[in-house]
């Protein structure tokens, strides 16, 4: 309760919720602000690159199809995609850190030394390069991201495990005889819980976000599919005048990804006051 209350003070992180519950809710059930979910990837020509308007919100793309629709619907494409990335990373990199973290030897060194290969590499240029050997799709796009993302983890959690590890009671559950697996499973990992919500809090935002990259570049999903990226890749060619078909997908990824930024910033205030914003 006590935490619920300083969360509850900090009003940039309530924001950041209040924006991620929206997107959620929208994500969930888009019949709430979309007319005809089974028709938003079909256009009407006579509808062409019209101005946003009581009728067309955000207007229409080169197509004739809605743009708020589409904008809506990719809600769904967007927080899918990061929380499949995002699941996959952490089925991948928290068990990783945890080994790392408590054995000592060859095997933690080949673990981390592995982690910091992937880390090296610019996690774009090798989400793009992955998707690219895997082939154009959204199913490619959350492979090469999860690919590339699953290290983070990996690193949080082998730094909160080497001290806790040091602990007295990692010390007496050895001396009392407990396995390695309970010690890791029913002791360490629950104790490592809150930054791996924080990291994958923060990594749902930067996921979406680089996800968008990937399809503005011609790597993540194929039309018509309703992804914000592919949106603005395909109204840049009608910039500046057509300004609202690249304009409303881009400020749907700002809020969303900033939603997700400023909820994370307040998760790590309360587990670490200490990293607290000035």
Do not use: C
Request: hydrophobic content about 55%; charged content about 15%.
């Amino acid at each position: 309760m006590l935490m619920l209350k300083k969360f509850l003070r900090d009003v940039p992180a309530v924001l950041g919720l209040l924006i991620v519950v929206i997107a959620v809710i929208l994500a969930l059930f888009p019949g709430l602000l979309v007319d005809n979910v089974d028709r938003v990837n079909r256009g009407d020509i006579l509808q062409r690159l019209k101005p946003p308007s009581p009728d067309l919100p955000f207007g229409s793309d080169d197509l004739g199809r809605n743009i708020f629709d589409r904008v809506v619907m990719g809600t769904r494409s967007a927080l899918t995609i990061s929380t499949l990335v995002v699941s996959l990373s952490m089925i991948v990199g928290v068990p990783l850190g945890l080994i790392a973290g408590y054995r000592s030897g060859w095997v933690s060194s080949a673990i981390m030394r592995v982690t910091d290969v992937f880390l090296a590499v610019p996690q774009l240029i090798l989400a793009i390069a992955i998707a690219q050997i895997l082939g154009r799709g959204a199913t490619s796009a959350m492979i090469a991201l999860a690919v590339t993302y699953w290290p983070f983890f990996t690193r949080t959690v082998y730094a909160e495990t080497q001290k806790i590890r040091a602990s007295l009671f990692v010390e007496a559950l050895e001396g009392y005889g407990a396995s390695t697996t309970r010690i890791m499973l029913f002791h360490i990992l629950p104790n490592v819980a809150a930054p791996v919500i924080v990291r994958a809090t923060v990594g749902m935002g930067f996921v979406i976000l680089t996800a968008a990259v990937l399809g503005f570049l011609g790597v993540g999903a194929v039309p018509p599919a309703p992804d914000w990226g592919l949106q603005i890749s395909e109204g840049r060619k009608y910039l500046p005048v057509h300004w609202w078909y690249a304009t409303f997908p881009g400020l749907a990824i700002l809020f969303l990804v900033l939603g997700f930024n400023l909820l994370g910033d307040g998760l790590r205030d309360l587990v670490d006051p200490r990293l607290r914003r000035s």
